[in-house]
């Protein structure tokens, strides 16, 4: 059954502290991506990688830090440096975007709550 | 700088009708524009792409159009449906780079 796998779907940390999200896909996807949505806001891309060991930042990567050392993984730190942490983040992955079949597939999301 | 912009944060139309989701965009590099379909706590969900080069592209009761000299996209949704009241994003790629942009969403309410 391929997907893309979020865990967890809740997470609570203290503030100051570093946490990291888990993104897992077996679609056998080059891309992937992470994005942020706030309440009542659009997804705002934070960083996206096209292939192992490469990735870029995106509109939104202050705070934030990735990897990605296997092509099924792209976890995402989020660093005591993000000023407003909490929100809903998003993981997707994508086929070579640069075709007629491009469409980038979800994970289910993991709402991150700091206090 | 919003490069992809849904100027209608809401719409609500009538079982049975046509729904109508609007897109504007900046830049004209944009290669692939892409539709999405989201539930609350939930991922967005792919429902249809269209490359720079067409002008439309149809699937089931899904229809996007490009108007590449306006920089505007539309979705339209025929019949409309109870189940398809969500929130609608359009997101734009560039065949350069893999960086996939999103709008913010309109949020479409269809009444029974």
């Known amino acids: 059954d391929g997907g893309i796998t979020q865990s967890p779907k809740y997470l609570f940390r203290k503030e100051g502290q570093n946490v990291t999200l888990s993104c897992e896909q077996n679609l056998n996807h080059d891309a992937m991506y992470w994005y942020r949505q706030d309440p009542g806001q659009g997804l705002r891309l934070i960083y996206y990688s096209q292939i192992v060991n490469d990735f870029q930042k995106g509109d939104i990567a202050e705070g934030y830090s990735v990897s990605r050392e296997k092509k099924e993984s792209f976890p995402l730190t989020v660093t005591s440096a993000q000023k407003n942490p909490t929100a809903f983040y998003l993981c997707?992955?994508?086929?070579?975007?640069?075709?007629?079949?491009?469409?980038?597939?979800f994970g289910q999301g993991t709402r991150l709550t700091v206090v | 700088d919003q490069q992809v912009k849904q100027n209608s944060p809401s719409l609500s139309v009538q079982e049975g009708r046509i729904s109508i989701l609007n897109c504007d965009y900046t830049?004209?590099?944009?290669?692939?524009f892409l539709w999405y379909k989201k539930y609350p706590a939930e991922g967005p969900t792919f429902l249809i792409s269209?490359?720079?080069?067409?002008d439309k592209n149809e699937d089931g009761r899904f229809t996007v159009f490009l108007n590449k000299s306006a920089k505007h996209l539309s979705l339209h949704i025929v019949p409309s449906q109870p189940g398809d009241s969500a929130v609608y994003f359009c997101a734009a790629l560039m065949d350069s780079s893999y960086k996939l942009i999103f709008g913010s969403g309109t949020r479409l309410l269809v009444r029974p």
């Open positions: 997707a992955s994508s086929i070579d975007p640069r075709g007629p079949r491009v469409a980038a597939f």
């Open positions: 830049n004209s590099m944009f290669d692939y």
């Open positions: 269209i490359s720079s080069i067409k």
